[in-house]
Every structure is written in structure tokens, then in C-alpha cells.
């Protein structure tokens, strides 16, 4: 069985990580889309801070992830079908914009399953990246 999943994967962090741990013990394969700085600007108000390319190579370090895939337009059919997900993994924030209609849809008609999952709300890349914030506001006004 083949899992995929998509995300930033931005700062990595523990939250990553158990995702990644979870969607590993659904199969024998994980494959991990990363969304390019194009993508993420598409649907979320911040850019990563990590380049594409190193949020690549952070993943496929991982003895949890078998493969990884950039993907650059916001849509996840070619993903599923480049690498032959059997199990697609969705996160909680998962909506009906046509990009997850279209996915939902082609899932359905070729018989593969879609799991949704809990994000971990102990950390978040938004969270590190506004206690960074803070804290150098802080160290500033304190000089």
C-alpha cells in the first residue's frame, strides 16, 4: 500500500514528524508532496522561510519518507497518480475547494481511500515562526 501526503513542511518540526509516523503505519510506502512557495501563496498568507529545495531534502532524510515530490500547481490527482497512492492523507482543515473536490472525485471512481487526520496542536510552523517574531521584538526593545 502506498500513502501520500501533501503540505508545506515549513520549519520542520514534531508535528511533522507524527503526521509523517501516522501516515507511515497506514502502509508499506510513504510519499510526501511538498508544495513549491508558488503553491503556498496560492492558499496560505505567509511564504515559507525554508526554500523548497532544502524542505526536500529535510523530508528524504526521513526514515518515515520513501519518496518526495514537489508539486507546483494546487492540485493533487497528478500526485496520487505519479506515485500510485493507494491511501491519500488529508489534514482536518480540509475544505471544497475545487482542487480538494477534484481529488475527492478521482479517489472515489478509482476505488482509493482518503484519511483524514487531527493536526497536533502543540507546535505549528506559524507558531515557531510568531514566537521568533516575538522574541526578537522583545531583545529589540529591551536594547
Not at 515559507?48 to 519518507?65: D, T
Not at 500547481?73 to 492523507?89: M, P, T
Request: proline fraction near 4%; aromatic fraction near 6%; charged fraction near 20%.
Amino acid at each position: 500500500m502506498i500513502v501520500y501526503t501533501v503540505g508545506t513542511f515549513d520549519l520542520l518540526h514534531v508535528g511533522h514528524l507524527a503526521l509523517l509516523k501516522h501516515c507511515k503505519s497506514l502502509g508499506d510506502v510513504l510519499a510526501v508532496g511538498v508544495a513549491s512557495d508558488e503553491v503556498v501563496n496560492m492558499y496560505k498568507p505567509n511564504v515559507p522561510v525554508v526554500p523548497l529545495e532544502q524542505r526536500v531534502e529535510m523530508l528524504e532524510a526521513l526514515s518515515c519518507v520513501d519518496i518526495v515530490r514537489p508539486y507546483h500547481a494546487l492540485e493533487y490527482v497528478s500526485g496520487c497518480k505519479a506515485v500510485g497512492a493507494d491511501i491519500f492523507v488529508i489534514g482536518e482543515d480540509w475544505g471544497s475547494n475545487p482542487h480538494n473536490l477534484d481529488i475527492n472525485a478521482y479517489l472515489k471512481d478509482a476505488g482509493k481511500e482518503v484519511a483524514q487526520v487531527c493536526y497536533n496542536p502543540r507546535t505549528s510552523s506559524t507558531k515557531i515562526k510568531q514566537m521568533v517574531l516575538a522574541q526578537s521584538q522583545v531583545r529589540t526593545q529591551s536594547h
